[in-house]
């Protein structure tokens, strides 16, 4: 068993100012096989712009069973007390919903689709387990953003993720246009590591899943980033995907389009970067944010 003592610090953050370190661990892992999945050119794209999406990955009937729970799963009556809600501060609708993969039949199915395994497996080259899964809920005229960050920072920093080898998976459960707030990368952001700076608060994540303001990018280091690389705006009709490398820089912004957008997302860990203590240094984020059952996923 491996000691968190022994281990090296290799992306700090939350420092007392701003940097950039260059990414120490691979994009795609292991060897490339000619019967995977995924093509060289799929390949080569996701290692050089750090997400690869799908139009229509999903057919429309699962997709329409999909968003019916969706709608089921929004108007739970006891929302304010379950800790897996996070509401919007001021209008007190349902922001994000923790946990879907464990708490919901029909996610869990979804979770452990073989084609989005084939893929993940084959990115990372070694089983995954499940280390995070929501719905993000963006309601038409009210639906707020999600700013700029990296999510390898805070998985590094408030969960203990110790290297680069996780991918998030993103399932749109309603048509995501340029109106409605979509999912924004910034393509080869996920080669340089960007350190934030604040000493991280306890109970950060009670704060930072509704406005975050620990480990947020430094305006200039995210601008030269974007200056450089461009943004890209993630769009598809219900039922498609987005695949992005854990250190991707993105967000979203808020909706104020009538037409609702909401995703569900998975996040695939290696079995080989289980989690340690967090490197913030402060206890673990609870189960339902961060899974501390290593489990491997098994296809569906």
């Known amino acids: 068993m491996i000691q968190q003592e022994t281990i090296e610090d290799a992306y700090p953050s939350r420092l007392e100012a701003p940097g950039i370190i260059e990414r120490k661990d691979p994009v795609v892992y292991g060897q490339r096989p000619s019967d995977s999945y995924l093509n ?6 996701y290692e050089q712009n750090g997400f690869l999406n799908f139009e229509s990955f999903f057919f429309r009937e699962e997709v329409t069973k999909l968003q ?3 709608d089921r799963l929004r108007s739970n009556k006891a929302a304010e007390e379950n800790p897996e809600y996070f509401l919007e501060p001021a209008s007190r609708e349902v922001r994000s919903i923790f946990n879907i993969h464990r708490t919901n039949e029909l996610f869990r199915k979804l979770s452990c689709d073989k084609l989005l395994l084939k893929i993940v497996t084959q990115l990372l080259n070694s089983p995954v387990y499940i280390h995070q899964s929501r719905i993000n ?3 038409g005229f009210d639906g707020k953003e999600f700013y700029w960050h990296s999510d390898f920072e ?3 920093m408030e969960d203990g993720m110790p290297r680069m080898r996780a991918i998030s998976c993103s399932i749109t459960l309603t048509d995501n246009n340029e109106f409605n707030g979509p999912l924004m ?3 080869g952001s996920h080669k340089s590591y960007i350190s934030c700076v604040g000493e991280t608060p306890e109970d950060h994540y009670k704060q930072s899943l509704k406005k975050q303001k620990y480990g947020v990018p430094d305006p200039d280091l995210l601008k030269k980033m974007a200056d450089q690389n461009g943004i890209f705006p993630f769009k598809g009709k219900s039922g498609s995907v987005i695949f992005f490398e854990c250190n991707i820089m993105h967000g979203s912004n808020g909706n104020i389009s009538p037409w609702p957008r909401s995703n ?8 080989e970067n289980t989690l340690l203590d967090p490197f913030c240094g402060l206890k673990p984020r609870p189960d339902y944010i961060a899974s501390r059952e290593f489990s491997p996923v098994a296809p569906f």
């Open 40 to 45: 060289e050119d799929q390949l080569n794209f």
């Open 154 to 156: 805070t998985w590094h």
């Open 264 to 271: 569900v997302f998975f996040v695939y860990n290696s079995m």
């Open 68 to 70: 019916n729970e969706l």
């Open 137 to 139: 809920y963006k309601p």
């Open 185 to 187: 990368l910034i393509p």
